[in-house]
């Protein structure tokens, strides 16, 4: 077991492309840390580096006291789980777990008993006979945990190791990853694109964009104070609604203006946003999490604010309801978010999306909402559920270090 | 409609039936009947299996046992030049596939080339490189220029490239394997199917090979099977009238020398029965999600 440290490290690869660009992140020994971000931020050749499969290119890649850059693959001592498994299928179940332990030499009858007590941790105990092809999805995924666990290795490398599994499976299999992990106590580097994944598993998560690290932290302060757009967009299911919206300060109050819609900022938001001030009247992002805003006919008079809104697609769970509803007000549109939007697969362009007149949100109501597709409504907003983002440079508005120049 | 399109095919199937396979039957009944049977009775009679072990003993007697000696001659060229063929063309292949070195392109390019090339114009080049290395008369100069085979390494290359996904040789890395273990352990009995692929091309290229041997022997103690039945079908009267009724007598007629071609398909016909085995299913299945 050792730390894992990553300083100044770049991937460029024959073409030219920046796969990551100068990622400098420590990992504790022990720790499960979480990489994650849309296809192509490269995560998996972070993943690659630390696993001698990849050059890098500039910067060092430590792994507890010894620099591994120029270090083989085999003399690193470190096990590596594969998205697609990568069992060897001329092996059986028993051959492939205890595979590094023969390629080391370990006498016989040592690797007979761990592969049995490897087996028997995973449930794997009546299929030791069998070949790779005769397995289900998720016992193969098992065999590729055996054949990484059995090593007790200095770090576990596992890149996106469930996203070939049903959803029932890897629910079910990303706990019982998360469980092992902590009962053998290995370094974990996890590499996934889907944030549930990274908010369950994960001690911290890095969000990677475009090569780039955008924050480092555990999970729910990624989810409450993300240190960008990106961040504020990425993570999160539904993800975060996005507003144009422009900041206004009349006699000592300030107000966010998007559209039809204006919220008064009350004392407690304003002093820990101070840098907000800054802004008047300047355009910003407004971010609102979905479960800010709930059918204000469920919320009765709080004094919240109310968005008046027309109920387009209603989403039942069955614990909530997931209202879709347009309001007045034009989307933010940015790089970022555009990126967003091709990750989710969102084939609109994000002129499309910033030409609408109205914009749609999300948000989660109360079972108990009567609210129809059609219905015109009011919506409550929960205030702390707001997020304030510079509309040029992406970054969270928080204290005065993050306004731009 | 139905019934037309029916008797069409069967048309059809019947006559490319008749133009490919009534040759082959032919020359299965041809030893089982005497010469002078062979050209006035029915192409397709049969004759007896007395004339068949009749024509063994003609063609055994034949040179003093010389035909056995060139069956011999044959297996020994195939199976050695075939067992170096497969120790240089599957690594070499996995070479090409998974290598990052320079001049990698080039190599492949440069493989491809030399296989679409016809083997016999590299039979005079050859045979003044084995002169100057004084090899010609050693067995030798069949079996290193029969090790030349790129189409091996070219298919070794395919199967490599498509079949064999690389997150298995990076597990084996990180399993602790360095390169030649990687090879040894992981991509070597993985390659099961394209070993049999391979060893049964060369095997059959080899065999059937007739002009470098025929241009490289002199002795026809080294004769190979191919070159071997060139030299009976020109001691065969009926094609070759000098010979026959000279002072030896031969025995050697048409039967003898069909007999002679079918004996020299059957080593080919066993090489593929067992390397179809292990053609059939191919090995990864498993390794990785589909």
């Known amino acids: 077991m050792a730390e894992v440290v990553f300083d100044g490290v770049s991937k460029v690869f024959k073409d030219g492309t920046r796969a990551v660009d100068e990622l400098s992140l420590d990992i504790a020994d022990g720790e499960f840390m979480v990489l994650v971000g849309p296809s192509g931020c490269g995560k998996t050749t972070a993943l690659r580096m630390v696993g001698g499969l990849e050059e890098i290119t ?12 120029d270090l083989s693959p085999k003399s690193r001592d470190i096990a590596m789980v594969f998205q697609s498994y990568a069992l060897y299928p001329h092996l059986s179940v028993a051959d492939n777990i205890g595979f590094a332990l023969k390629t080391k030499r ?35 995924q098992r065999v590729a945990m055996g054949r990484a666990i059995i090593r007790q290795p200095r770090a576990f490398l596992m890149d996106e190791p469930l996203s070939n599994l049903d959803a029932k499976l890897r629910v079910q299999m990303r706990a019982e990853i998360k469980q092992l992990q902590s009962e053998v106590g290995v370094t974990t580097v996890y590499v996934t694109h889907d944030q549930v994944e990274a908010m369950t598993m994960g001690d911290r998560v890095s969000v990677m964009r475009k090569g780039v690290l955008q924050q480092v932290a555990p999970p729910e302060e990624l989810y409450n104070r993300p240190r960008n757009m990106f961040v504020g967009g990425f993570i999160g299911s539904p993800a975060m609604n996005m507003l144009e919206a422009t900041v206004s300060r009349t006699n000592g109050s300030t107000t966010i203006v998007a559209g039809e819609m204006s919220v008064a900022l009350s004392e407690p938001t304003l002093a820990s946003h101070p840098a907000l001030q800054a802004y008047d009247g300047r355009t910003i992002v407004l971010g609102i999490r979905p479960e800010g805003l709930n059918d204000a006919a469920l919320a009765g008079a709080d004094g919240r604010p109310r968005l008046p809104a027309r109920a387009e697609l209603r989403e039942a769970l069955g614990p909530e309801v997931l209202m879709h509803f347009s309001v007045r007000a034009r989307a933010a549109v940015t790089d970022e978010i555009r990126e967003l939007a091709e990750d989710a697969g969102d084939d609109r362009t994000v002129e499309q999306l910033g030409s609408l007149e109205r914009t749609r949100l999300v948000g989660r109501f109360g079972a108990q909402t009567r609210v129809r597709e059609g219905d015109t409504i009011e919506v409550a907003l929960d205030e702390g559920a707001l997020h304030f983002f510079d509309a040029s440079t992406g970054a969270a508005i928080v204290d005065e270090a993050a306004v731009a120049a | 409609m139905r019934s037309v399109a029916l008797g069409l095919r069967l048309v059809i199937l019947a006559v490319f039936a008749v133009f490919f396979v009534a040759p082959v039957l032919w020359l299965i009944l041809a030893p089982t009947k005497s010469d002078h049977a062979l050209v006035t009775g029915s192409p397709f009679s049969f004759g007896s299996f007395h004339q068949v072990s009749l024509a063994w003993k ?18 020994l060229y195939a199976f050695s030049a075939t067992a170096i063929v497969l120790a240089t063309a599957i690594p070499a292949g996995y070479g090409l596939a998974f290598g990052t070195f320079p001049g990698r392109k080039l190599l492949l390019t440069l493989t491809l080339i030399v296989m679409i090339m016809p083997a016999a114009a590299l039979v005079l080049p050859i045979f003044l490189e084995l002169n100057s290395l004084h090899l ?6 069949v079996i290193l220029p029969f090790s030349f085979f790129p189409f091996g390494v070219y298919l070794a290359y395919i199967y490599y490239a498509t079949a064999v996904p690389p997150d298995l040789l990076d597990a084996a890395r990180t399993d602790g394997c360095g390169e030649w273990l990687t090879f040894r ?3 070597l009995p993985l390659a099961k199917p394209v070993v049999a692929l391979v060893f049964f091309f060369s095997f059959v290229a080899d065999w059937n090979n007739f002009f470098l041997p025929y241009a490289i022997i002199a002795d026809s103690s080294q004769y190979p099977i191919q070159v071997g039945l060139s030299d009976l079908l020109s001691s065969t009267p009926s094609f070759n009238p000098a010979q026959g009724g000279g002072g030896q007598q031969v025995n050697i007629f048409r039967p003898e020398l069909a007999l002679a071609t079918l004996i020299a398909v059957i080593p080919v016909a066993i090489v593929f029965l067992l390397s179809q085995r292990a053609l059939v299913r191919g090995l990864v299945g498993g390794a990785v999600k589909e």
Not at chain 1, 62 to 69: H, S
Not at chain 2, 63 to 74: A, K, L, V, Y
């Open chain 2, 58 to 75: 003609h063609l055994d007697a034949f040179s003093d046992h010389i035909f056995r000696t060139w069956i011999g001659n044959s297996l």
């Open chain 1, 58 to 69: 500039e910067g060092n890649v430590r792994i507890g006291e010894r620099i591994v850059n």
């Open chain 2, 185 to 187: 352990r992981v991509a």
């Open chain 1, 106 to 140: 370990v006498p016989k009858e040592e690797i007979r008993r761990r592969v049995l007590e490897t087996a028997r941790m995973l449930d794997l105990e009546p299929y030791l006979k069998r070949k790779p092809r005769a397995l289900s999805g998720g016992q193969r």
């Open chain 2, 136 to 141: 010609i008369g050693s067995v030798l100069a």
